[in-house]
């Protein structure tokens, strides 16, 4: 009996942990005041085909990818992206999914002329979102 209590316990402590996602994957948890923004360029900005995006976060700290340390994660910026990638899941990596997994907190983008969705995602050391993710709002910006 006492084996099955201890067993109960840890594997409830570890639900706090982690959470299991459909297809068997852990998402990490994150801090519920943890936030992800991006500090430019501003929310309907006008821009040149060549724009640099910088990065911000709260609450959490930047680590590379493949650096597991608790409440760390890497940036990933969403470009003219609809729907979230799939929790449980590693974010794509192509043309509108950028990973920064060297834990960079800018990058410089070379958009086509006509307007443009910009959002980041935080997500753990294997590129898993966290649970809940933890995104940033989506602006919209126009290249000239």
Do not use: C, W
Request: no cysteine.
């Amino acid at each position: 009996m006492r084996n099955v209590f201890l067993a109960l316990l840890l594997g409830g402590a570890a639900a706090l942990g982690s959470a299991q996602a459909a297809d068997g994957m852990a998402a990490h948890s994150r801090p519920a005041d943890a936030r992800v923004y991006i500090i430019s360029p501003a929310d309907g900005a006008h821009v040149g085909p060549t724009v640099t995006v910088r990065f911000g976060l709260s609450g959490m700290g930047v680590a590379p990818a493949g650096v597991m340390h608790a409440n760390t994660g890497h940036h990933h910026l969403l470009v003219d992206v609809d729907t979230l990638p799939k929790a449980g899941v590693p974010i794509p990596n192509d043309a509108h999914h950028h990973h920064f997994g060297g834990g960079q907190t800018q990058t410089t983008l070379h958009l086509t002329p006509g307007t443009h969705t910009l959002q980041l995602e935080l997500a753990d050391a294997a590129h898993v979102p966290f649970d809940p993710p933890l995104v940033s709002k989506k602006i919209t910006i126009h290249v000239k």
